[in-house]
């Protein structure tokens, strides 16, 4: 495995972090995960536009321009092979002398990527997963990437002991978003909606792009809170992120999803973004 840290390709055994890093001690991180498919990069002025978004939020200066930023991610693809996984990509406030919390007036970042291989259309595409509900305990700016992601870690294995493989996150009586994807359902009557972006959710990539393809199918998709109840009524569920793509939810805690097999619009979805994966 190669990665990139800070400026040099290496053997992923031979990179080095210092514990002093910013990244480790207070999670002063941001990340951005972009899906590979076919050796070519998904959506990826949207991940390099977020990445700076995050950046600003958090007081990293960022240290390339996009086109420095996709020429990494793909020199980075070319050197392991990459045909379909994810390229994660992470950059710190950096490591300074001491565990200072407000640390010196400019950071120098940490700059962290790696290469994942894995199917991204593969069996959860194919036939779904199972979702439970837990509170969602996060901190306010969910807006941004960050690597405060404890509470995320510790969601999915709560999901794990009960038999699922996500978590849908309530807050005051609404969902606001998956473990690490965003959500969706479609009720009844067709209405295919999506939770409004505010900082109570990451604005992902996959769902702006899900969005776009839906409306020039002339499809109309609903930007609103749903509730948990709404979700057990839906006939469809699904997630979308970079890391799963389009995951079909076949059951709610205890309860099948319409008749428990992924529905149509799911299949919709699925086809729509996959084909312009080209
Ligand atoms: N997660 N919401 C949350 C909380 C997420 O962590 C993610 C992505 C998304 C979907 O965003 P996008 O479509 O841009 O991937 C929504 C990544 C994949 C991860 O943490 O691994």
Redo the contacts with the bound molecule.
């Keep these: 495995d190669i990665v990139y840290l800070n400026g040099a390709f290496t053997q992923r055994q031979d990179a080095r972090i210092s514990p002093l890093d910013r990244g480790f001690l207070f999670a002063h991180a941001a990340y951005e995960?972009t899906a590979v498919y076919g050796g070519r990069l998904v959506d990826f002025e949207g991940?390099v536009s977020r990445l700076r978004n995050t950046l600003d939020a958090i007081a990293i200066p960022n240290p390339h321009s996009a086109a420095d930023w996709e020429d990494l991610h793909v020199q980075l693809l070319h050197r392991n092979g990459l045909q379909e996984g994810l390229i994660y990509l992470q950059v710190t406030a950096g490591a300074y002398d001491g565990r200072d919390f407000a640390g010196p007036d400019v950071f120098t970042p940490t700059v962290l990527l790696f290469a994942d291989h894995r199917p991204l259309i593969g069996p959860v595409a194919e036939h779904g997963i199972r979702a439970i509900f837990l509170n969602d305990i996060r901190w306010r700016r969910?807006d941004i990437k960050t690597t405060q992601l404890l509470s995320?870690a510790l969601a999915y294995r709560s999901a794990r002991e009960a038999g699922a493989q996500t978590a849908f996150m309530v807050e005051d009586g609404y969902v606001t978003?998956?473990a690490?994807?965003?959500s969706w359902i479609v009720t009844e009557d067709d209405q295919i909606i999506t939770r409004n972006l505010s900082s109570d959710?990451?604005p992902?990539?996959?769902?702006a792009h899900v969005i776009a393809r839906l409306r020039d199918r002339g499809l109309t998709v609903e930007e609103r809170a749903f509730t948990p109840d709404e979700a057990y009524a839906a006939r469809e569920i699904f997630t979308?992120?970079?890391?799963a793509m389009i995951a079909p939810v076949v059951q709610l805690e205890d309860r099948p999803v319409g008749d428990g097999k992924p529905g149509p619009v799911t299949r919709l979805v699925q086809r729509l973004y996959y084909e312009a994966l080209g």
Aim: without cysteine; hydrophobic residues 35%.
């Design positions: 995960v991940h969910r995320q978003e998956a690490s994807a965003n959710i990451l992902g990539i996959t769902r979308t992120s970079a890391g």
